[in-house]
């Protein structure tokens, strides 16, 4: 299964579906009629859980709000989520939704809102869920069109299972994106980060650039640990996120440069 499976070709826009960026934009080009924006999206993955993935994902959101495209959030599988007002909130969901410009119920945006923060399977268990693919890739089909650019949220890290046999690497082989690696640099983040981008190529999947991301205050040779990330991962470093007193999308955004992202917008004029 994979979103093209599930996607019927139309006459509008593709959605970023293709794993190769040139391929891809040659492809939207193609079918897309003549001034129609292309599309953006990506998948942010992390080195670890509570690592930054939700500041970077606010932060590309925020940015694609600044070039002026409609911009939409997506944290399908989120475990944590609390009742406000009779509906259910997740943190993670709720800054996406802040930081995008699109507002779309979020039985779309988080298809699969566990109550317990817990790793996403025992979540589900728990309320006698199974987290499957379809529901997901169906939410990101009806997200992307009715949106220009789409920033899709993982959970933990890449290969956090969601059930037997599917886990979040799966989703984002199905989906297809090219992905942004988010590597809180901490001790040991080295090892994670060249372990995530061989799960990443494994899948046939693009890494599209990473972020370093200092997490981590008391984190000694950050420079160094840096020039090894640099001389080893296969991707453009968008940019150096320092500790920061109030973190906030725009802040982050601020020391990040995504102009090289497949079909970032600001590169279609
Ligand atoms: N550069 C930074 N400076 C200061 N605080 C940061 C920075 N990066 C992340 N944080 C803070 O660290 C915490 C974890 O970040 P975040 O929620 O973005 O991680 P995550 O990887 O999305 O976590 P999860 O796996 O739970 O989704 C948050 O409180 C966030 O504001
Ligand atoms: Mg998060």
């Known amino acids: 299964m994979s979103l093209n499976d599930i996607l019927v070709p139309a006459s509008g826009p593709s959605v970023g579906l293709e794993h190769d960026p040139v391929a891809g934009e040659q492809l939207q080009q193609a079918i897309a009629p003549p001034n129609w924006p292309l599309h953006f999206a990506c998948f942010v993955t992390g080195t670890d859980t509570e690592i930054g993935k939700t500041l970077i994902s606010s ?14 959030g997506m944290k399908p599988v989120a ?16 800054l996406l939704a802040a930081a995008g410009n699109v507002a779309m119920l979020s039985s779309l945006t988080t298809p699969y809102m566990l109550q317990e923060a817990a790793a996403p399977h025992i979540a589900a268990d728990l ?8 529901p997901i890739l169906a939410a990101y089909t009806e997200i992307a069109a009715a949106s220009d650019a789409v ?3 993982g959970v ?14 799966d989703l984002a082989q199905q989906l297809g994106l090219p992905v942004v690696m988010v590597v809180g640099l901490r001790l040991g983040c080295i090892n994670h980060a060249l372990l995530t981008c061989e799960a990443v190529k494994a899948r046939g999947l693009v890494l599209a650039g990473w972020v370093a991301n200092e997490i981590d205050p008391e984190m ?7 020039e090894a990330l640099l001389l080893n991962i296969p991707a453009p470093l968008l940019g150096r996120v320092p500790r920061m007193a109030q973190p906030s999308a725009a802040a982050a955004a601020q020391h990040l440069n995504f102009s090289s992202l497949p ?5 279609r004029i």
Do not use: M
């Open 156 to 169: 933990g890290g890449f290969r956090v299972p969601f059930s037997d046999g599917f886990d979040s690497a």
């Open 79 to 94: 475990a944590g989520a609390v009742q406000r007002g009779g509906v259910w909130h997740n943190d993670d969901a709720d």
């Open 220 to 226: 000694r040779f950050a420079d160094e640990n840096i």
């Open 151 to 153: 920033v899709i949220e």
């Open 59 to 72: 932060a590309l959101l925020h940015a694609l709000v600044q070039t002026g495209v409609r911009a939409c």
């Open 127 to 134: 309320e006698d869920i199974i987290i499957e693919s379809v």
């Open 263 to 267: 079909n970032w917008p600001a590169n």
